[in-house]
């Protein structure tokens, strides 16, 4: 088969380029070697994690070197309602972040969250009760107490006695109306009126808007989810929710094979290697979308003699720190954090002299130069973004 | 155990990644889950130790390995650690029995009109339930009453300078010999001259009932038979999603077989829908598809995409004129293999595969498409709707069922 597209990683990045070709009719095909970031990130849709302001105007405000500053502000936007208008549920935009509380009670700004989340929202205060479920890593007292310590804002845990079990099973277990009908009797027994619900995020997997639905009534209060450790259930939704239409809309996903290589000729990349359980073979296409990520993922690689490798195309690698690599700083940016493929107007990855490597390649997400995504609460914003600009663009070039 | 797959292990993070995707940890607490059984268990096995026999749930599916993003081979290294705590503990005789199909079908064959009536009478069932530990609902095909083999003995194949040597493995065989013959006739309307050699199980259920020195003695002889073929340069053809992917990774990966010989037969293997759809990539397929107006819901088996070629029997299907293909996204039928027809397990297998019978079911479809022969089983067990191989509806599409007929539609 001769693809248009081949698409490589299924993280956010890759999910949003495939499915906004695939929608244009286009023959995409998804390889990844395994599943992406969706299963370990929260699943909102970060764009710039500034307080108290707009994540619109401090995109205008990003170095040039910012994978951001590719793109108009429009851009951004209109990749946000486009996946607004495809995954069902999220709320927000770009004119202001909500405050969302982690689960160790921290304060996380981000643009467009999912419905199930935004009650936690933290803007104008109010009461708030945590309600832990015996899940490891969620410590509703613990959390409460230091959101207590925010104006506005008070809070307390309570801890109901489940058998213990991990996120999945309680998720699943959510999706029977028996555990919500006892959960929300002893939560009323307990509850004063103008008290919000937060849970740990597990309630449901399939039904999860049916669930959490369903609880609002039943204990006649916003609820909402607090982001826990992985597996993340909101995240294993959102890749339903990208997955699914993309195989409806005639995309091939793949899941398992290593892409290796390429094999390229004058300036164009005519196929992937892609390793199989007993040779490897090459898919062609007429483009090729890069979305593999960074260190984490395995875009990129750094090897003991401190050379930095991107796996797939071999391309140059832009932002390589000389020494040091890492500073004993932990919590502050570090030296490797912003490196990645740099690439040209029209996310086509380029040369150390700017020009573009390969006509038909294009880049998207945590792959791309510029960014530290867990810093700047930038992580699927920027997938969304330039996986979805990066698609537009290529769709008009073809 | 391998180095391959030992290494491998160092790369687990602990994301849980395998946990979500899972199938039997979804469905019982008896499964723990593949981390925490394979690289968390793992430190605790050593020579002559292996004290977790919950790994004894893990059915082997596979899915855990492809989802996993570090390239951990979790499958490979639960297959391992289960072969390992039955050499310690002794592999049950009923284990022992139902991971030999070839001898099963040597000896019921014969006499498969008795066979069959023993396989469906209920007070069978519940005596092999009691004392056979075999759970009596479990599906069990009906034996064809002669062999594949025996057809192919008499079956004179085009002659042709473009050769294939055909792997049937032993479903095709002693169950479905049908479905060989459709292999061969579509093979042959492409101009191949298809060589069957004699040929014996793969050694897989043995491998999945952790017998391992038996499963590479069948593995070895098979591949005695294969290699010279192998090494003259013939492309070898299954219909066996689970064998092939024996022949094309397993054998070494999980039963660390090395050689020549395998390497050989490895490269030579394909799966029979990736070999048609490597051939239409050539231009080298006839498409002389007659109209199928049918529609299809298709299941790929998970052994299916451990072969990672993706699903070429969607881009084949899609040849047919007329024919509406479904793609199923549930991941597993339950069966895998031998698994489900085990008394502690038949609820567990029937659980998993609940969503993909749903699926089907309410596809409202008179036929499935799914490669491997115990999942359709299965899915003709769990949905009472026909399961068909690829393979058969291209057989139909080119009008060799009926050779003469030619509809106008």
């Known amino acids: 088969m001769t693809y248009d597209t081949v698409v490589i990683g299924a993280g956010l990045a890759g999910l949003t380029a495939a499915l906004r070709l695939a929608e244009e009719g286009r023959q995409v095909i998804l390889v990844a070697k395994g599943v992406g970031s969706t299963h370990l990130a929260p699943a909102t849709i970060d764009v710039l994690a500034v307080d108290d302001k707009s994540p619109a105007e401090a995109l205008s405000k990003l170095p040039s070197e910012h994978p951001y500053a590719r793109l108009p502000v429009e851009v951004v936007a209109a990749s946000i309602e486009w996946f607004k208008a495809r995954v069902a549920g999220y709320r927000g935009g770009l004119h202001e972040n909500f405050l969302l509380p982690t689960a160790v009670g921290a304060v996380k700004p981000s643009a467009v969250v999912p419905e199930s989340m935004a009650g936690g929202d933290l803007r104008g205060g109010g009461r708030f009760v945590f309600v832990g479920l015996g899940l490891k890593d969620f410590y509703p007292a613990y959390l409460a107490e230091n959101l207590d310590q925010l104006a506005d804002v008070s809070a307390r845990g309570i801890e109901l006695t489940l058998s213990h079990e991990g996120s999945l099973d309680l998720a699943r277990r959510f999706e029977q109306a028996d555990l919500r009908e006892v959960i929300a009797r002893q939560l009323n027994a307990q509850l004063e009126p103008d008290e919000r619900v937060g849970f740990p995020a597990v309630l449901g997997l399939r039904h999860a808007a049916e669930v959490w639905r369903d609880l609002e009534e039943r204990l006649e209060r916003p609820v909402f989810e607090v982001a826990t450790l992985p597996p993340s259930l909101p995240g294993m939704r959102l890749y339903e929710a990208m997955s699914e239409p993309l195989r409806k809309a005639g995309g091939r996903v793949i899941i398992g094979p290593t892409v290796v290589a390429a094999e390229t000729s004058n300036g164009r990349v005519e196929g992937v290697v892609v390793e199989q359980a007993a040779r490897s073979t090459t898919l062609r296409a007429r483009s090729f979308m890069l979305a593999t990520g960074g260190f984490a993922s395995g875009g990129l690689q750094l090897d003991s003699r401190g050379r930095i490798r991107e796996t797939v195309f071999d391309l140059p690698v832009a932002g390589a720190p000389d020494r040091p690599r890492f500073l004993p700083t932990y919590l502050e940016e570090q030296p490797l954090d912003r490196v990645g493929v740099a690439v040209d107007e029209q996310f086509r990855p380029t040369d150390v002299d700017g020009n573009p490597r390969y006509e038909n390649l294009y880049a998207a997400g945590a792959t791309l130069a510029g960014a530290a995504p867990w810093r700047e609460g930038s992580g699927n914003g920027l997938s969304v973004a330039t996986g979805y600009a990066a698609a537009t663009i290529l769709e008009g070039a073809q | ?409």
């Not at chain 2, 995707?21 to 430190?43: D, I, M, N, W």
């Not at chain 2, 059915?59 to 570090?70: E, F, L, N």
């Not at chain 2, 006739?185 to 492409?190: F, M, S, T």
């Not at chain 2, 001259?193 to 040929?199: C, E, G, L, M, T």
Request: proline share 7%.
């Open chain 2, 1 to 409: 155990m391998t180095e391959l797959v030992r290494d491998s292990l160092d790369h687990c993070v602990k994301c849980t990644i395998c946990e979500t995707f899972c199938p039997f940890s979804q469905v019982t607490p008896l499964f723990p889950g593949p981390k925490y059984v394979g690289p968390q268990a793992e430190r605790y096995r050593g020579a002559g130790l292996s004290p977790d026999v919950s790994v004894d749930y893990c059915s082997g599916c596979g899915i855990c390995t492809q989802v996993c993003p570090q390239g951990v081979k979790i499958a490979e290294i639960n297959s391992q650690a289960r072969a390992q705590l039955w050499e310690d503990r002794g592999i049950p005789l009923r284990n022992q029995l139902i991971a030999r199909p070839s001898v099963l079908g040597r000896l019921w064959t014969p006499v498969a009109p008795l066979a069959n009536w023993a396989l469906q009478n209920r007070a069978v069932r519940l005596l092999a339930h009691r004392l056979g530990g075999i759970h009596y609902k479990a599906p069990m095909p009906k034996f064809a009453g002669h062999t594949f083999q025996r057809w192919a003995k008499r079956h004179r194949s085009t002659v042709s300078r473009r050769k294939v040597v055909y792997f049937h493995g032993c479903g095709t065989n002693y169950y479905e010999p049908g479905v060989g013959e459709m292999v061969v006739a579509v093979l042959e309307h492409n101009g191949f001259h298809v060589r069957i050699p004699p040929q014996d199980c793969c050694g897989l259920p043995l491998q999945s009932n952790g017998n391992f020195p038996a499963a590479r003695k069948y593995l070895r002889r098979l591949i005695g038979k294969l290699a010279p073929y192998a090494h003259d340069g013939w492309p070898i053809v299954a219909n066996s999603t689970s064998c092939g992917l024996m022949l094309k990774r397993e054998a070494r990966e999980i039963l660390e077989v090395e050689g020549e010989d395998l390497e050989a037969v490895s490269a030579a293997t394909h799966d029979i829908c990736e070999f048609l759809l490597g051939l239409h990539e050539r231009g080298e397929l006839r498409t002389d598809f007659r109209s199928l107006p049918l529609t299809v819901p298709y299941h790929a088996p998970c052994q299916q995409r451990g072969h990672e070629i993706g699903k070429p029997a969607l881009d084949l299907l899609a040849l047919i004129p007329d024919l509406r293909v479904i793609e199923l996204d549930a991941d597993c039928c339950g069966i895998a293999g031998t698994y489900g027809l085990k008394k502690e397990k038949y609820s567990i297998s029937m659980a998993v595969g609940e969503r993909l019978f749903r699926d089907v079911y309410e596809s409202g479809a008179n036929v499935v498409a799914c490669d491997s022969e115990t999942c359709r089983w299965q899915i003709e067990h769990g949905t009472d709707v026909h399961a068909v191989h690829p393979v058969e509806l291209l057989y139909r599409a080119y009008g060799l069922d009926a050779p003469v007929a030619v509809s106008a539609g």
